[in-house]
């Protein structure tokens, strides 16, 4: 269970995505969110355009670190990628801001299908230019 987190690179590829080290809790997720020191260098660790975000991490949820970004001035768009089909888990996580809810698909066809709608969210809710996530070697 983690977050990861991608930004667009700004460069001669506007189109480039950085991904950024998964935070392996809640609470390391906040504490890169919000620039807590080690993070606290935007340029190393630059706040993130998306966000997937797994219900359940050890300390701080998902939710946890969804109401922490409900606070915020600054939130990335939000997708919650999890293995809960709980019905009240979805409805939770939208009524927190989450932009989209995935389950954790059991195999590589339903991954990239996942992948496909993940780009199609992205595209509808970013303003140009809009980049488009790639997902090589599969």
Do not use: C
């Not at 230019?129 to 070697?137: A, M």
């Amino acid at each position: 269970a983690s977050s990861i987190g991608a930004t667009r690179v700004h460069s001669a590829k506007p189109r480039s995505l950085k991904f950024l080290p998964p935070r392996s809790s809640g609470t390391g997720a906040i504490r890169y969110l919000s620039g807590h020191g080690d993070f606290a260098d935007r340029k190393r660790f630059p706040y993130p355009d998306f966000l997937l975000l797994d219900l359940k991490m050890p300390g701080k949820t998902g939710f946890d670190v969804l109401r922490w970004l409900g606070q915020q001035s600054r939130k990335p768009i939000t997708y919650v990628l999890t293995d809960s089909t709980n019905k009240a888990d979805r409805e939770t996580a939208f009524a927190l801001g989450a932009t989209d809810y995935f389950t954790k698909p059991p195999d590589l066809a339903e991954l990239i299908e996942l992948i496909r709608r993940l780009d199609m969210t992205w595209q509808r809710s970013l303003s140009s230019p809009k980049p488009r996530l790639r997902v090589e070697g599969i």
